[in-house]
């Protein structure tokens, strides 16, 4: 309506719905989580650091049929800033298996919640600074925190009924 509506070509201004509809998904499915954008104020390329979580699971099914669901294989992790910083990746190589941690030359197994949890980003519990204020002014302060600088960057979800073929070595 009005100035949201859509213009035309040769017909003007028009109501419409605009979005996109998925026909099928692929049996590895990627998605890019995008922490990178130009900040108009700032005239500069910043980095996202907002909490996003992600499960191990989805279930596509309502977005196209037959989509099914999908289980977490790997995440890509970006540590640093827009300027600089370092890419690993958290691997699960079996279906149902543990995960590892792939950081350059260095392979060593890893938790779910390290792989997982603890790259949904947000913000971590910063030092006190004990000596700056009396012990009955740090009661009624928020405790500080920082952006945490390592986050998920990439998800890469293997849809179910493929996953033992597409994992089979």
Same mark, same amino acid.
């Given at each position: 309506?009005?100035?949201?509506?859509?213009?035309?070509?040769?017909?003007?201004? $028009?109501?419409?719905? *605009? /979005?996109?509809?998925?026909?099928?998904?692929?049996?590895?499915?990627?998605?890019?989580? *995008?922490? #990178?954008?130009? =900040?108009?104020? *700032?005239?500069?390329?910043? *980095?996202?650091? !907002?909490? #996003?979580?992600?499960?191990?699971?989805?279930?596509?099914?309502?977005?196209? @049929?037959?989509?099914? &669901? +999908?289980?977490?294989?790997?995440?890509? &992790?970006?540590?640093?800033?827009?300027?600089?910083?370092?890419?690993?990746?958290?691997?699960? @190589? %079996? +279906?149902?298996?543990?995960?590892?941690? #792939? =950081?350059?030359?260095? &392979?060593?197994?890893?938790? %779910?919640?390290?792989?997982?949890? =603890?790259? #949904?980003? /947000?913000?971590?519990?910063?030092?006190?600074?004990?000596?700056?204020?009396?012990?009955?002014?740090?009661?009624?302060?928020? @405790? @500080?925190?920082?952006?945490?600088?390592?986050?998920? +960057?990439?998800?890469? +979800?293997?849809?179910?009924?493929?996953?033992? $073929?597409?994992? !089979?070595?």
């Amino acid at each position: 309506e009005g100035d949201n509506a859509y213009e035309a070509e040769g017909h003007g201004k $028009q109501r419409a719905k *605009k /979005g996109i509809r998925f026909l099928t998904f692929p049996p590895v499915l990627h998605l890019q989580l *995008k922490r #990178f954008h130009f =900040d108009l104020e *700032k005239m500069d390329m910043v *980095k996202l650091n !907002t909490r #996003f979580e992600f499960t191990n699971r989805i279930d596509l099914s309502e977005f196209a @049929p037959n989509a099914g &669901v +999908y289980w977490l294989y790997a995440v890509v &992790v970006h540590s640093g800033d827009v300027n600089s910083g370092h890419y690993y990746a958290h691997l699960r @190589p %079996e +279906y149902e298996g543990s995960w590892i941690k #792939f =950081d350059d030359d260095t &392979v060593t197994p890893c938790s %779910e919640f390290a792989a997982v949890n =603890d790259n #949904f980003a /947000g913000s971590d519990l910063h030092v006190w600074q004990y000596f700056e204020l009396t012990p009955r002014e740090y009661r009624s302060k928020t @405790p @500080p925190t920082r952006p945490r600088i390592h986050n998920a +960057y990439m998800l890469v +979800y293997i849809r179910e009924d493929t996953a033992a $073929q597409i994992l !089979t070595p």
